[in-house]
């Protein structure tokens, strides 16, 4: 098969919709498929085009053998309604000069990532274009995610959006989403061809990473995104980690990173040590060293299931999990670590001291880990189940 991505987000960024589509153009071209890429210049999380790619219009590049263009974009991160349209809307609009490229490669199907919704609106006319056969991949709902965080309001501009959103579903011939509440949603909303396609994990990248004793002190890790939406920052303000045996170490960038900083230099006596952006490849190795992950969220998205899940279950490592919704439900079903509520901290820091203080239970969850891994979130036997899906709906 020939398949094409469209994508605002792809790699050398980092992330986990970069993370998701990557494995999956890698796995899917050793399944002897082509693979094609059109994407923007890569600026996430920094808002700021990396500088070997500024001042270009239109880029070419080979990335693990398969092609990839790019386009400019207006690249920024701020929190501002006006520079956050502009930004998804201009590599939308660049994205439509992909138009001849993409029909003269005579894909079976164009693999389009919505949201931004505006790329799924230009995803449905450049398959048309192409003639080819569109799938949604559809990783946030959008514009209710937007509306549970607080970006947007209910009103005319909403529904606006929500029909847009609809057309979207309704468009594609197939539409796949990364959790269980997101294809439920596509499929209440006109969309055919339902496919669940989660983030999952190679379990092969973390094979070095076993059970540790829970000598102290123990060392919980995040490793992600420094947003607003994960709250890393309150969770240092809140709980003193060394007071209980225990040391927080954090990887990664974004909006909190120079509060976090800042507040870690203020209280070097809290057992907290901020490790600056960590890669793909290096994740696995600095895993290895802890005995805990922090998965939180401030705020219940529906939909959203934080990719550092899977990686978690991979290394072995119990989840330290704040929040509520469908990542809430994986943690506990399959009894791999312990939930906290949404911003509930205290509740945070008992599940720490408990996990600590029941060695043999922590191992159990450690091993559950493991085996969900191997089992229900193994990545490439996912990307496997989808190959033979897509040839089935040719």
């Not at 995040?222 to 709980?239: E, M, P, R, T």
Request: aromatic share 10%.
């Amino acid at each position: 098969m020939k398949i094409g991505l469209l994508t605002q987000y792809y790699k050398p960024e980092m992330g986990a919709p970069q993370n998701r589509l990557y494995e999956m153009v890698r796995g899917l071209k050793e399944l002897g498929n082509e693979l094609y890429i059109v994407t923007a210049m890569p600026n996430y999380p920094t808002g700021k085009i990396f500088p070997e790619y500024q001042g270009k219009l239109v880029s070419n590049e080979i990335m693990d053998g398969i092609a990839v263009k790019r386009y400019w974009l207006y690249a920024s991160n701020a929190r501002k309604v006006i520079p956050r349209i502009w930004n998804m809307v201009s590599f939308s609009c660049m994205a439509l000069f992909s138009a001849c490229y993409l029909r003269k490669l005579h894909l079976d199907y164009l693999i389009v990532e919505s949201p931004p919704l505006t790329l799924g609106i230009v995803g449905i006319w450049l398959a048309k274009f192409a003639k080819c056969k569109l799938i949604a991949n559809i990783s946030d709902i959008w514009p209710l995610s937007a509306k549970e965080l607080g970006a947007i309001s209910e009103g005319r501009l909403y529904r606006i959006l929500e029909r847009l959103e609809h057309k979207i579903y309704r468009s594609a011939h197939i539409c796949m989403g990364q959790s269980q509440e997101i294809v439920d949603h596509i499929a209440a909303h006109g969309g055919k061809n339902v496919y669940l396609f989660r983030n999952g994990v190679d379990p092969t990248r973390f094979e070095t990473c076993e059970f540790k004793t829970t000598k102290r002190p123990i060392k919980l890790v995040y490793a992600g995104l420094l947003g607003f939406a994960q709250g890393v920052a309150d969770i240092c303000k809140s709980i003193n980690f060394a007071e209980i045996g225990a040391e927080f170490h954090i990887y990664g960038a974004g909006g909190e990173q120079e509060e976090i900083e800042k507040y870690i230099q203020q209280h070097p006596d809290h057992g907290i040590v901020y490790h600056g952006v960590v890669t793909r490849q290096e994740l696995p190795k600095h895993l290895q060293q802890a005995h805990l992950t922090l998965v939180p969220l401030v705020k219940n998205i529906y939909g959203a299931v934080p990719s550092k899940i899977y990686e978690s279950m991979a290394a072995g490592l119990p989840i330290m999990f704040v929040g509520e919704g469908e990542g809430a439900k994986i943690v506990q079903e399959n009894n791999i670590g312990l939930i906290a509520n949404a911003k509930d901290y205290n509740m945070l820091r008992n599940n720490i001291q408990y996990i600590v203080s029941h060695p043999e239970e922590m191992k159990q969850m450690s091993n559950n880990c493991k085996t969900c891994a191997q089992t229900k979130f193994n990545r490439p036997k996912q990307i496997l189940d989808l190959h033979k899906y897509l040839l089935q709906h040719k």
